[in-house]
């Protein structure tokens, strides 16, 4: 799958109701062989800034967990490992702050809404969609083809 297709795929999961999280695990689950199941359920919990907390945007905690996947070490002993992926999740967050200015929900969603929007769930084609896109592109570019 190509770019524009794994960004319009997180973007359809997102419109069809999944949390910002699965919307971006779920766009890359096959590619990091994760069964789509246990995709939904173990990014369910992050979406709205981690379970509707409106801390670090679920978008990007999602694509943190694909990372993990892609990019990870599973040795307690590979200090290699966990460096190398936890400075590909400070690159990721970086990225995104230099485009959004914050990667914490609710500043976010100050920036790119309004509180009405918010209360009505209507935030999401404001700021939420732009974003699932946006993390889901710069992850796929981070990953490689």
Known sequence: MNREETINLAVSY????YACSQSVVL??????????MVAKRISGTF???MGR??????????????????????RPDDMDGKLAVYSKVRELNRKVEETFGTSQCNELLI???????VQQRSHHQDICVKIVADVTGKLYDMLGN
Request: with cysteine; charged share 25%; hydrophobic share 35%.
């Open 47 to 49: 979406g709205g800034g």
């Open 27 to 36: 766009a890359f689950a096959e590619r990091v062989k994760l069964d789509p």
């Open 111 to 117: 920036k790119y809404s309004n509180p009405e929007h």
């Open 14 to 17: 997102f419109k069809e109701g």
């Open 53 to 74: 907390l409106r801390q670090k945007c679920g978008a990007v905690t999602g694509a943190f967990m694909i990372l993990g996947m892609a990019k990870g070490y599973d």
